[in-house]
């Protein structure tokens, strides 16, 4: 997607070879109207695939995910990163451990807001390690739901996640792939690839 591209060449920055900081308008402060085309280009991409609801994990993946459920016209739900309540019958929990942030959590969905009756498009910022995204899915076959696809904003394509997530069989699309961030430069997989 030119527009998002076009921004994290503008208000990106290099922290070291394996992370990029886009708390301008992604992370941090949040960009509205980027979110919406955002949104739109998730959208068009899985219109016709069955979606019933776009899944997301707090917090960063939130606002896109809203504004992907919006142009589909389905509800979001948010995966929460609580504590452990093994003892509250309407919870599924997996824990997730973040490579890039070195913590675990347990990701949380109430098993009213998906069912086996749903469809899911999985919406996050980042795919670095799969680890997250890999997570929401186990959680999806735990509430006996299906999976369209995972949307992502900014994928790492150095990292194995998209790797990881095809061999399970996941339509994976990303609206800027990155190859590379050494030596000061973000480079882009050019989106014919
Ligand atoms: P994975 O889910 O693909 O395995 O990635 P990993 O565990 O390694 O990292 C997960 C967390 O780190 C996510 O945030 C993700 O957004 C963030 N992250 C990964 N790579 C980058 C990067 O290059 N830049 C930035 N800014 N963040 C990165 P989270 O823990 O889910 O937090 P939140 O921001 O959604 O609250």
Redesign the pocket.
Known sequence: MKELKERILKDGYI?NE??????SF??HQADPGLMKQIGEALAAHFKDKGVTKVVT??????APALMTALALEVPMVILK?EPSKVLNEGLLQTM??????G?S?ELTLSKRFITEMDHVLIV????????????AIRLLRMAHATVAGLGIL?E?SF?P?REKLIEQGIDVYSLARISS?KDGAITFIPESE
């Open positions: 922290i394996d992370i990029l900081k886009v708390d992604i992370n994990i707090e917090s960063s993946g939130i990163k997730v451990t973040s490579f890039t942030k913590t959590y996050d910022d980042f795919l670095a390690n799969g680890e997250a995204a890999t997570g900014i790492k990292q996640g961030l």
